[in-house]
């Protein structure tokens, strides 16, 4: 499991089409200037500043991983490997959020490993409950159809 940061701007299409939309706007302020869109599949999921950061996290080792079993959209528990992955990113994340960025909004795929990682990485945070948790099926991993039998 690991974690990164990135930061915005990008030169994503989501940031060319924010800049063809200001290029014909005649008012266009400065603070729209620094805004750009984040979405999943179309759907708008959150307009962002420049200093906005993003930390990417993916579940902890499950029961398939160690037997090398695809998983796709079913679903298999976290190992005790993979409970203390999330505890150790949570314990990260918490750190960070106490001392320097607070984290407002936590996008995760609605399948088990990822909803049971989420949960365990915001139980390291004292004010979890401020920290609004969005389950995402556009996040979710792809089907792999009898693959994952």
């Known amino acids: 499991m690991t974690s990164s940061s990135v930061k915005f701007p990008t030169a994503s299409a989501n940031q060319l089409a924010l ?20 979405s999943f ?3 708008l999921v ?10 990417l996290v993916r579940h902890g080792e ?3 991983n160690v037997v090398h079993k695809y998983q796709g959209q079913k679903d298999s528990n976290l190992t005790e490997k993979g409970k203390l992955q999330a505890v150790h ?14 984290f407002a909004k936590v996008y ?6 990822a909803r049971h990682t989420a949960k365990l990485i915001l139980e390291q945070f004292d004010d979890a409950d401020n920290i609004e948790c ?4 556009e996040l979710m991993e792809r089907n792999f159809g009898e693959l994952e039998v």
């Open 134 to 137: 969005i389950y995402m099926p």
């Open 19 to 38: 800049e063809e939309r200001q290029a014909a706007s005649s008012k266009g302020n400065e603070q729209e200037k620094n805004v750009m869109d984040i």
């Open 108 to 113: 995760v795929s609605p399948l088990g490993r």
């Open 89 to 102: 990113v949570g314990q990260r994340l918490a750190h960070i959020h106490r001392t320097d960025r607070k």
């Open 46 to 55: 959150e307009e962002v500043t420049k200093d906005t950061e993003l930390y």
């Open 62 to 64: 499950t029961e398939w």
């Open 41 to 43: 599949s179309g759907r």
